[in-house]
Nanobody
Framework: QVQLVESGGGLVQAGGSLRLSCAAS????????MGWYRQAPGKQREPVAT???????NYEDSMKGRFTISRDNAKNTVYLQMNSLKPEDTAVYYC??????????????WGQGTQVTVSS
């Protein structure tokens, strides 16, 4: 069973920074595409950033230049460094691990989420 445990959320003023961490158990981490998603109240969950096992990254446009995703395969951990935070970044942030299998099948694993609140 795969478990993802996020940490690092909290309350920060606009313009501040936070670093989220997601520790993964199990043997999938090294081959998983890891990602961060977020869900604000009353809105759908949306992608924030992803990183492949080889370190290739992808960001949503509104996060480019402010957020940085990274991973440490030796520690089975993925990080999200968030700078220049805005009140609209307030959301529950979820860690995701996606495993791709032959035949185009994929499976997602999710953490429990960590709250990030940015005050104006």
């Amino acid at each position: 069973q795969v478990q993802l445990v996020e940490s690092g959320g909290g309350l920060v003023q606009a313009g501040g920074s936070l670093r989220l961490s997601c520790a993964a158990s199990g043997s999938i981490f090294s081959r998983a595409v890891m990602g961060w998603y977020r869900q604000a109240p009353g809105k759908q969950r949306e992608p924030v950033a992803t990183i492949t096992s080889g370190g290739s990254t992808n960001y949503e446009d509104s996060m480019k230049g402010r957020f940085t995703i990274s991973r440490d395969n030796a520690k089975n951990t993925v990080y999200l460094q968030m700078n220049s935070l805005k009140p609209e970044d307030t959301a529950v942030y979820y860690c995701n691990a996606r495993i791709y299998y032959s035949g185009g099948f994929s499976r997602d694993y999710w953490g429990q989420g960590t709250q990030v609140t940015v005050s104006s």
